[in-house]
Antibody, heavy 119, light 108 residues
Framework: QVQLQQSGPGLVRPSQTLSLSCSAS??????????WTWIRHHPGKGLEWIGH???????YYNPSLKSRATISIDTSENQFSLELTSMTAADTAVYYC???????????WGQGTLVTVSS | SSELTQDPAVSVALGQTVRITCQGD??????ASWYQQKPGQAPVLVIY???SRPSGIPDRFSGSGSGDTASFIITGARADDEADYYC???????????FGGGTKLTVL
């Protein structure tokens, strides 16, 4: 059974960089057929795709983030990570890592990390 | 277009059938999936590939689609079906994921 465990800070100062990690168990990050994905949920709003990375290294990002996001895979730790630069209050959200386990959409999700941007 | 549009809120009487719709140009070339999200919880995939159910999802849940519109149907709504429902697909390139704005389902 695939499980994703997120780690990272719950509070980030404005203009700083958010760094989140997602550790996978039950699957190797180099074997997944579905990309390793980050999604966020703004309070009271809908889900927003941030981006994803395929195990071969191809990455795709939401254009609305204007190149602030970087997603990478760490094969030695069997995890993948998100960095989001120049954080503002508008980036306050619950951040999720996710992947697919055989379906054509993400069906395995991390527990979510509430990230608040505040000084 | 790279947007998926959903009605913000829908209500259904207990035991009745409800349809939640999702509209977007990308649905002409990519199937929709659907998620159920309850407060404080991660989304749960309930329909993928337009009309398939992941393991463990009840057959009261179904999906359909035609043209630029996808639908999620609950037959025999229960109180614990009350949740936010999101449609999901890809943009025309196939590389970028899209989510609808979500529909809040109230079971009366």
């Amino acid at each position: 059974q695939v499980q994703l465990q997120q780690s990272g800070p719950g509070l980030v100062r404005p203009s700083q960089t958010l760094s989140l990690s997602c550790s996978a168990s039950g699957v190797s990050v180099i074997n997944g057929g579905y990309p390793w994905t980050w999604i966020r949920h703004h309070p009271g709003k809908g889900l927003e795709w941030i981006g994803h990375v395929y195990f071969r290294g191809n990455t795709y990002y939401n254009p609305s983030l204007k190149s602030r996001a970087t997603i990478s895979i760490d094969t030695s730790e069997n995890q993948f990570s998100l960095e989001l630069t120049s954080m503002t209050a508008a980036d306050t959200a619950v951040y999720y890592c996710a992947t697919g386990t055989g379906y054509s959409a993400p069906d395995s999700w991390g527990q979510g990390t509430l990230v608040t941007v505040s000084s | 277009s790279s947007e998926l549009t959903q009605d913000p809120a829908v209500s259904v009487a207990l035991g009745q059938t409800v349809r939640i719709t999702c509209q977007g140009d990308s649905l002409r070339s990519h199937y929709a999936s659907w998620y159920q999200q309850k407060p404080g919880q991660a989304p749960v995939l309930v329909i993928y590939g337009q009309n398939s159910r992941p393991s463990g999802i009840p057959d009261r849940f179904s999906g359909s689609g035609s043209g630029d519109t996808a639908s999620f149907i609950i037959t025999g709504a229960r109180a614990d079906d009350e949740a936010d429902y999101y449609c999901h697909s890809r943009d025309s390139s196939g590389h970028h994921l899209l989510f609808g704005g979500g529909t809040k389902l109230t079971v009366l």
